[in-house]
């Protein structure tokens, strides 16, 4: 319900012109209520100005936002690109206007969610590498100021880099001069970068303050790499940590130890274990056979998200992840790509028998989960009693295997978020597994529908009808590939045009 004052706030806002010329007489502390009613109404001229004028110490963008008092509706996850631009604008605007005599010395631009539908009325998103781009070509228009005497405003900002804004950030991150915006960087992510410019970056964006690193796939990091960012850059805050693909490969021009160590991980490892508060990592799509004991063992804090997909475990792998310190404390599981109930059902069961106190998400996504083996699967979930989503798309089971499980996952109180795979009835009769992505989408859509609603018929009938389920054959949507769709296929070309170009080397080389 919202407050008499909210209601006159946004009745105010209604009226730009008059909310600008009227900004002088209105107390301190209306100043945020103004400030969401705007961004409620979508009034960009508002949100600029209340910036220019703002006459608090601090400016928190998500807790502006966010439930409160007088409206407990949450705004985070409006991305509004009108209104984004115009805090950076007004934060601008502000540091222009006022100079020594401002009191703004915080603004805290983090807290927004990137969703895939927009509820703002212009349903137009600015996503986290549009709002950094905007930042730091705001922050160069600003050094070009030259006012050296100014006490400069901190930014706190999530940022997210890739080869199309680089050389725009490290400009913003490390001026020649002084500047009247700081930006301290809370959370970063890197696309598309080589390891020289990521390790250059992450050095200009205050690595001591940094909570979140993520450095997806098109960057390209063997052990090496992953050993010198951390040892040299060195991250005392970090919280979560995620590594690109064949982030564990040896160099190339590396040899094998002859007593078969691996000092690279185990210097990683080393480097891992001086972060005090990291609780989340993700390792994906790296081969860590018979390498988890060396690479978790030395942490000295309980991991809460472990991902662990499609990094080719083995047995003593999965018996180190059951019974050690981790398993007891996991929120976040993802162990997709490996035969769980084939090859070690012992050690699943384990690990998710010590899980289940705290275990809110679990992926098994292409885990050659079949028929044969619900039974199984439903006796090992039926620990897991927090469970919130379960993900296991990619697995070869038939309609009538999933209505058994269907109606088991009904036992499970706090589940809300099922993702299940096309069931086999619904591809040509002896379709190989895992699937390619053409193969995955050649399927029955009709039979697929009656399926569909059948399973949901079953957690009706078990009175389970607020479970939502659905079947994202590409996965999830991630805002951050969306938006930069365009610069990663031109990052794809090129890598596959380098790739050509020394493949025809090599057959001139052979003649």
């Known amino acids: 319900m919202w407050s008499l004052r909210f209601i006159s706030a946004q009745a105010l806002v209604s009226h730009p012109q008059m909310v600008q010329h009227s900004l002088g007489g209105v107390a301190h502390n209306i100043y945020p209520l103004l400030f969401k009613a705007s961004y409620l109404l979508e009034q960009p001229e508002v949100v600029r100005a209340l910036l220019e004028h703002w006459p608090l110490e601090e400016f928190r963008l998500g807790a502006l936002l966010g439930p409160s008092t007088e409206h407990p509706g949450d705004l985070r996850d409006r991305a509004c690109r009108a209104c984004l631009e115009a805090c950076v604008r007004g934060l601008a605007d502000h540091v222009l206007r006022v100079k020594g005599r401002r009191r703004l010395r915080l603004a805290d631009l983090t807290g927004i969610r990137d969703v895939q539908v927009q509820q703002c009325p212009c349903g137009r998103a600015l996503g ?240 050659s989960i079949t028929d044969r083996h619900v039974s199984t699967l439903i006796l090992a979930l039926s620990p897991c009693q927090r469970l919130r989503e379960l993900r296991f798309l990619g697995n070869p089971l038939s309609a009538r295997a999933l209505k058994r499980l269907f109606a088991a996952l009904c036992e499970l109180p706090r589940l809300q978020c099922v993702e299940f795979p096309v069931p086999k009835d619904c591809y040509p009769e002896g379709s190989a597994y895992p699937q390619d992505e053409l193969a995955m989408t050649k399927f029955d859509q009709q039979k697929y529908d009656v399926i569909a609603e059948d399973l949901r018929a079953v957690l009706l009938r078990n009175g389970r009808g607020d479970i939502q389920v659905s079947t994202p054959l590409f996965g999830s949507f991630d805002p951050d590939i969306q938006e930069t769709s365009n610069e990663l296929g031109a990052f794809l070309l090129q890598a596959f045009k380098t790739a050509l170009e020394k493949f025809s080397r090599a057959l001139k080389q052979m003649e």
Do not use: Y
């Not at 590396?254 to 490892?269: E, F, Q």
């Open 128 to 367: 986290r590498w549009g709002r950094t781009e905007l930042l730091a070509r705001v922050c160069c228009e600003l050094q070009a100021e030259h006012h050296a005497a100014w006490s400069p405003v901190e930014v706190l900002a999530d940022l997210f880099v890739t080869g199309g804004n680089f050389e725009m950030v490290v400009q913003a991150l490390g001026p020649p001069g002084h500047s009247p915006l700081r930006v301290r960087c809370i959370s970063f992510r890197a696309d598309s970068l080589g390891p020289s410019q990521l390790l250059q970056v992450l050095c200009l964006a205050g690595p001591s303050e940094l909570r979140r690193l993520e450095v997806v796939h098109n960057v390209r990091l063997h052990a090496g790499h992953v050993q010198q960012l951390l040892a040299q850059v060195g991250f005392p805050r970090l919280v979560s940590l995620t590594l690109p693909a064949k982030a564990f490969d040896a160099p190339p021009a590396s040899t094998p130890a002859p007593d078969g160590k691996d000092a690279l991980l185990t210097s990683i490892a080393r480097e891992l274990s001086r972060m005090m508060q990291l609780t989340e990592l993700s390792v994906a799509f790296s081969t860590l056979t018979g390498k988890i004991q060396n690479l978790l063992g030395p942490l000295r804090t309980p991991l809460r998200v472990l991902d662990l997909a499609n990094c080719s475990l083995n047995h003593a792998d999965m018996a180190f992840l059951a019974d050690c310190i981790h398993a007891a404390h996991l929120e976040v599981l993802d162990l997709s790509g490996h035969s769980l109930l084939d090859l070690f059902p012992s050690s699943f069961f384990r690990l998710l028998g010590h899980a289940a106190p705290t275990l809110r998400a679990l992926t098994l996504e292409e885990c």
